[in-house]
């Protein structure tokens, strides 16, 4: 089946500008979450949605950085007035929340990333 | 606060060799989960192999295994019968299990593999 897909894998965009990374996530699957990877580093976590509700956004680093998933399916993040430091590799991961195991319930199932370069 | 930590920035290993790779955390949650994780240069992070705190035996996942040891919170991958598709990053990563409200997983920095042929 159809894993996680993110768009675009790649976005260049200036100082200043603003972007909007699109992730859709496995079919079916109540949760949502966002992490950003810096070159080097593990995914750092940024925020979790369970449907449409943003239960946990203590991640994202500044109130630049917005994330909605308004029908509790395809999710947007978006991050105004870029800077430098906001080049990354951006990770959605969706997961079932369900299921007859706790393994079955909690993994977390990645897309290919959007790598965001902020000159 | 959870915490992971690899030690080994990078790795070899001689193809059809097996290989370890370490992962220690702390934690002072009663149930957790342990989760590895591999990155292909291609960026995507393919799930590996779960174990649970409270399992009793260690998980086993086709080539890969996880050797858990609760005492010494550590929860480190074994390859065996390396492939040269090995070659990747390689990631621990925990969840924890206990509190309400608590779904993220904390990663480690990784470990890069190399398969020598």
């Known amino acids: 089946g159809a894993g996680v897909s993110q768009s675009p894998r790649y976005k260049v965009a200036k100082r200043g500008q603003d972007v909007a990374l699109r992730c859709d996530p496995i079919s079916g699957h109540v949760s949502l979450f966002w992490y950003q990877q810096a070159l080097g580093q593990g995914p750092e976590f940024l925020t979790y949605f369970q449907n449409e509700a943003q239960l946990d956004k203590s991640g994202l680093p500044s109130d630049r950085f917005f994330a909605e998933r308004p029908e509790g399916s395809v999710s947007t993040l978006k991050i105004q007035r870029t800077q430098q430091e906001d080049s990354a590799v951006y990770l959605c991961?969706?997961?079932?929340?369900?299921?007859?195991?706790?393994?079955?319930?909690?993994?977390?199932?990645f897309g290919p990333g959007t790598r965001l370069l902020v000159l | 606060a959870q915490k992971i930590t690899q030690t080994q920035p990078g790795m070899f290993v001689q193809e059809k060799e097996a290989v370890t790779l370490d992962c220690t955390y702390d934690t002072s949650d009663p149930s957790y989960g342990l989760f590895w994780y591999k990155q292909p240069s291609s960026g995507e992070m393919i799930f590996l192999i779960y174990q649970g705190s409270y399992d009793q035996q260690n998980a086993t996942e086709g080539r890969y295994s996880l050797n858990f040891q609760k005492a010494r919170k550590s929860a480190n991958l074994v390859i065996s019968a390396s492939q040269l598709g090995d070659s990747a990053m390689y990631f621990c990563a925990m969840r924890d299990l206990w509190r309400a409200g608590s779904y993220q997983l904390t990663f480690g920095k990784g470990t890069k593999l190399s398969v020598i042929p």
């Open positions: 991961a969706s997961s079932p929340g369900q299921g007859a195991e706790v393994v079955d319930q909690e993994t977390q199932y």
